[in-house]
């Protein structure tokens, strides 16, 4: 049997027909040869053999092992050889050394795997998964978990949706009542919650290490009531607000030229820019539906050189496209229902990129069938098959040569437990990992593989949903 890799490798092939059986100690000494150049490949191996690997003897069948960077790959690219003779790598980076474990794992996990070899680019670089931590709060475990599933399918960032109406969920150096008087509330009036600085540089260390940058996003100047709750000064009329618990959209906007409203934004994006390791600050910009588009725009161009000033690069969602906006801006496509008459404004505009996240494709908050419990439905149904059957240059009405990423989202309007969570993303963020890998199998191929990779989330405890297109025999 052909080892079931998701996202399926460009190259994978059978080597003989012999079984692969690796010793404990070569995935060890594997291990060990990823040391120093690859923490996160290493110490995801050193686990998997510690829990997972073949104890019997090595004795004389034990195979030679390397793992070597190789700079002449394609970045986060691999070859892996596995057979009872070799077990050899090469990798471009640290993250193709990680993408080559992954692939060998679930090899491993593969009833009747046979010796093989198999080599994988990505087709975007940006490959993301968003969890919104706004509507309801999650903290360092839940995320790790999150950062866990989403580096075994090859994601490379982790965007936070860390303010929306319902809650402020990171400290701001300087502006306590942030997270004093705006963090104690969920979407239904649960308690909340928010990351202190140490905790946001956890999650940082632990996404680094499984090669993941985050990507934290102020959401402005709209979803901003639990801003104004902290700072009534920031709003249009300057009133207090109470704490808000429903999932409406679109009501909140701040005072766009108010002092003091940029005063307390440049805080925020000092703050975020000091703490936030990656190269980007996602700083929102959907769905303002309160304020007037020129006001609008001058509002995100002003944000966008505040950003620069910081010294980070902005990310808007696609509401943003025809403000006047900074070198390398990455624009993240969501909906046909906003702004498409201004798309094409930045087609010309050098150093504008996009990112893939289209609702109807890739938002796994939406339910996957009409009666399921949890998830909304606004742009229709997302099964397994639409989640993974498309390519992004056709379903977002952008050039495909500005296309850089894709990032698949859940917001939490329902989502209250760490079940909900992975209840929602598995298996759906496997298929959209391989659509952002450019994986080139069928569906068929996906939804066989599935069951083995099923296997191991009933054994580590992680609730799924068991869509209708997979036979899942293999689980109980
Ligand atoms: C739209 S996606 C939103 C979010 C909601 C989501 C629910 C986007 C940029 N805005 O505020 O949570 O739909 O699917």
Redesign the pocket.
């Given at each position: 049997m052909l080892p079931q890799v998701i996202p399926a490798p460009q190259s994978l092939s059978a080597l003989t027909q012999e079984p692969l059986v690796l010793p404990q100690s070569a995935l060890t000494e594997l291990a060990l040869a990823f040391h120093d150049w690859a923490p996160g490949a290493s110490a995801r191996l050193t686990s998997f053999a510690q829990t997972d690997g073949d104890t019997s003897p090595s004795g004389s069948s034990a195979p030679a092992v390397s793992a070597t960077q190789d700079s002449e790959l394609a970045a986060q690219g691999f070859t892996l050889t596995a057979s009872n003779a070799e077990l050899i790598v090469t990798a471009a980076d640290p993250n193709g050394a990680l993408y080559a474990v992954n692939a060998l794992i679930q090899a491993l996990r593969t009833d009747g795997v046979t010796e093989f070899q198999a080599a994988s680019t990505p087709k975007y670089e940006f490959r993301g998964f968003m969890l919104?931590i706004t509507?309801h709060f999650f903290g360092v475990s839940e995320i790790k978990t999150a950062i866990d599933l989403a580096s075994q399918y090859n994601l490379n960032r982790l965007h936070l949706?860390l303010s929306?109406d319902q809650g402020w969920r990171v400290e701001i150096e300087g502006r306590p009542e942030f997270t004093e008087l705006a963090s104690a509330n969920d979407a239904d009036g649960g308690p909340g919650g928010y990351l202190t600085f140490a905790q946001y540089d956890e999650v940082q260390d632990y996404a680094q290490l499984y090669g993941m940058t985050v990507v934290p996003e102020i959401?402005l100047p709209g979803?901003t009531h639990a801003m104004q709750v902290a700072y009534p000064q920031t709003s249009p009329d300057g009133k207090p607000r109470e704490p808000y618990a429903g999932?409406e959209?679109g009501f909140s906007y701040l005072n766009l030229e108010g002092e003091e409203t940029w005063q307390i934004l440049e805080d925020v994006v000092a703050s975020l820019a000091k703490h936030t390791r990656g190269t980007y600050l996602h700083m929102?910009?959907?769905?303002v539906l309160k304020v007037e588009r020129p006001d609008y725009e001058k509002f995100m161009s002003r944000l966008g050189k505040l950003v620069t000033k910081y010294g980070k690069k902005l990310t808007l969602?696609h509401?943003g496209a025809g403000s006047e906006l900074p070198q390398g801006t990455q624009l993240?496509y969501?909906?046909s229902q906003f702004n498409q008459e201004n798309l094409a404004k930045t087609f010309d505009t050098p150093g504008i990129q996009y990112i893939a996240?289209p609702?109807k494709h890739a938002?796994l908050?939406?339910k996957p069938v009409e009666d399921f419990p949890l998830g909304?439905t606004?742009?229709g149904l997302v099964n397994l098959e639409t989640a993974f059957s498309w390519e992004p240059a056709s379903a977002i009405p952008v050039p495909a040569h500005l296309i850089t990423g894709v990032e698949t989202?859940l917001?939490?309007?329902t989502i209250r437990t760490l079940d909900d969570i992975t209840t929602m993303i598995l298996p759906r963020l496997p298929a959209v990992a391989s659509v952002a890998w450019g994986s080139t199998g069928t569906f068929e191929q996906f939804a066989q593989a599935l069951p083995s990779h099923a296997k191991v989330w009933q054994d580590q405890g992680l609730a799924f949903y068991r869509d209708p297109a997979v036979s899942w025999n293999e689980t109980k």
């Open positions: 919104d509507r949706h929306d959401d979803h999932i959209v929102g910009g959907d769905e969602w509401e993240q969501w909906t996240s609702a938002y908050d939406l909304l606004w742009a989202c917001w939490t309007e």
